[in-house]
């Protein structure tokens, strides 16, 4: 670990984008979350959700027109003259347009463009075009009366990608694991990616590929796997009403949703594109990697904080982020992968603890100004080499490796794309 700044004061950067919203954890993972940090007025508001909440399910059969999203149909409704989302029983809390959550769950989430929601509901801007690791836990398998009889593993991968100068949420990978008492497990993994009208599904119902779900014996069909002995029902399926393909598995807390990124309707569709993923604390959370994963442990669970991490590597939250899902290391297996994802991690190993600050201040607004990427990339329409990255990795390079092709790094403009003031260099990158 980078230890010169573990000491040093915080600043300004680490106070910036502080946490957002609810607190929603497994304080002690006995199913209990923390309504004493629900405000009065958002108590209220759910309340009145409960309130309405049987009329509303009566009424409320397809999504609901708000401004500027769209409902989800069955899980919210609108108020505050057409303008929020409210989820309703037995939803409690949530983001009415995004996803709902039952009383008893914690979420992670990452929604276009991109931002990434930890366990701890703790929120960062996270512009970051590769495959990592969102989870990895384990969790009770109980019976219909709430008994243990096996455990539940999953791993949860996610990827987003280059669209035009625009980083998206493209996919999500589940590899799961069921132990059923001593003598029985069941394996299977999914993969569901694409963009709205051309999402495809793959895996394999017989074994735990945690680095690459592609077999196509999973393309269809509601139910993937149902043992009524067990209480073990795993299902995959569309909501069309929302767009969201769903991924949950009954006996175990865990549900994932993936909602597609529009590509015609872009920022003015009715629907957030990302992923969600929510456990059931009554199902006795277990977080299996601390290390790696982008969607945080709850603190309970000893969970390093976004904070935390950017305090001890010397960076902004933002940065921090990025900086570790580039140098976790995870293998970049999904469609469309670049060998520039692994090309950046490769270019942070000769930097001292100054050096990477300097460096990442230097150079982060590569991965993070649309208008830039859309230009250095128009040469490359596909995602399968990311020059963006590239320029990234040698900007690094350049104040950490002493890699002084270049004399200095000076501005200048981008022809035909109306840029007046991006970056490049008096030599070729």
């Known amino acids: 670990m980078l230890s010169a700044h573990k000491n040093s004061p915080p600043d300004a950067r680490d106070t910036e984008e502080k946490e957002k919203g609810l607190t929603f954890r497994c304080d002690d993972i006995n199913g209990v979350h923390d309504i004493g940090s629900l405000t009065q007025p958002k108590m209220f508001v759910i309340l009145k959700a409960l309130v309405f909440a049987f ?56 929604k276009n463009d991109p931002e990434l929601t930890t366990f701890n509901n703790d929120t960062v801007k996270f512009q970051y075009p590769c495959r990592y690791l969102l989870t990895e836990l384990e969790l009770q398998l109980q019976n219909a009366h709430g008994k243990e009889i096996g455990q539940c593993f999953f791993k949860v991968h996610a990827f987003h990608k280059r669209i035009n100068g625009k980083i998206v949420v493209d996919g999500i990978e589940i590899a799961a694991k069921f132990l059923l008492g001593y003598d029985h497990e069941k394996s299977l993994s999914i993969i569901t990616y694409g963009q709205e009208g051309h999402v495809t599904l793959g895996g394999t119902d017989n074994d735990y590929l945690d680095n690459g779900s592609y077999d196509d014996e999973l393309t269809h069909g509601p139910v993937i796997y149902s043992d009524s002995d067990s209480n073990l029902h795993v299902k995959r399926y569309r909501n069309s009403h929302n767009r969201q393909y769903v991924f949950e598995v009954e006996g175990c807390g865990f549900r994932s949703t993936f909602v597609p990124f529009d590509l015609h309707d872009g920022i003015k569709s009715a629907y957030i594109p990302g992923i969600s993923v929510a456990v059931d604390c009554d199902n006795h959370p277990q977080w299996l990697n601390t290390h790696k994963v982008l969607a945080l442990p709850p603190a309970s669970q000893g969970g390093p904080t976004i904070g935390s991490i950017a305090h001890e590597v010397g960076l902004t939250r933002q940065q921090a982020m990025a900086y570790r899902a580039f140098t976790a290391h995870v293998e970049q297996s999904q469609p469309d992968s670049c060998q520039e994802c692994t090309d950046v991690a490769d270019s942070f190993k000769k930097c001292s603890d100054y050096e990477l600050s300097v460096a990442w201040d230097k150079c982060y607004w590569i991965l993070d100004t649309p208008s830039f990427i859309r230009c250095i990339s128009k040469d490359y329409p596909d995602t399968s080499s990311e020059s963006h990255l590239s320029y990234f990795a040698t900007c690094i390079e350049h104040y950490c490796d002493g890699f002084h092709q270049c004399d200095e790094l000076r501005k200048c403009s981008c022809h035909n794309d109306h840029l007046d003031n991006i970056l490049t260099s008096t030599c070729k990158y």
């Open 55 to 110: 009329l509303i399910d009566k009424v409320y059969t397809g999504s609901v027109s708000c401004q500027p999203h769209n409902c989800i149909a069955g899980q919210a409704y609108c108020q505050d003259y057409g303008s929020n989302c409210v989820c309703y029983k037995p939803y409690s809390w949530g983001r009415g347009d995004f996803a709902c959550y039952r009383d008893n769950e914690i979420s992670a989430e990452v």
